[in-house]
């Protein structure tokens, strides 16, 4: 059975490079402001494998409530990760350099039937909703960060409803 202490990751943020911290540092961003204690790690589902599944198997251990995976090119990590947990797996497209991340978006959203990752937009809005929907998820069972997660929602709305759209000339 998981045990979890005080500080530990809720979340944990895996990425296939190094370089993709640029977009994946969004999802990060969404879980530090929530005060959502995460972790982030570059561990490849091909240049690390065995790192990376005693990482799964570690953070499963150490309490952690769902894993955020972004990759680029053919972007298996995802799929790999939810091959090695029941724990729900977020997916982040990260944008390639030949494909523009299209290949990352299908690579991750064709999960065969069985093992399912739930896959977001390419690039920063979708790593930034990866991190909003943990956030979701977490606040099923914790009422402040449900009620956090509600003003943030109200914050938007009320931004729309003071917009200004410029008159013509
Ligand atoms: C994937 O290959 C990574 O997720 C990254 O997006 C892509 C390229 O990796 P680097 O060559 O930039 O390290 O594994």
Redesign the pocket.
Same mark, same amino acid.
């Given at each position: 059975m998981a045990t979890r202490k005080a500080t530990a990751p809720l979340v944990s943020i895996v990425? +296939?490079?190094s370089?993709?911290w640029d977009v994946m540092q969004h999802a990060a961003r969404q879980l530090k402001d929530f005060g959502v204690p995460y972790e982030a790690r570059a561990l490849?589902a091909?240049r690390t494998p065995e790192l990376l599944a005693e990482y799964v198997k570690k953070r499963i251990e150490g309490g952690t409530q769902c894993f955020i995976a +972004? =990759?680029?090119?053919a =972007?298996h990590?995802a799929g790999v990760v939810a091959s090695l947990t029941i724990l729900p797996v977020l997916a982040v497209p990260?944008p390639?350099k030949h494909l523009g991340g299209l290949d990352s978006l299908l690579s991750m959203v064709q999960m065969p039937k069985g093992i399912p990752v739930a896959t977001f937009a390419i690039g920063d809005g979708g790593s930034a909703n990866a991190g909003l929907f943990a956030v979701a998820m977490l606040a099923l069972n914790d009422a402040g960060l449900a009620r956090r997660l509600q003003a943030f929602r109200t914050k938007q709305a009320d931004a729309v409803k003071a917009a200004k759209l410029p008159e013509l000339s």
């Open positions: 990425m +296939g490079s370089n993709d490849s091909h +972004g =990759a680029g090119g =972007a990590l990260i390639s």
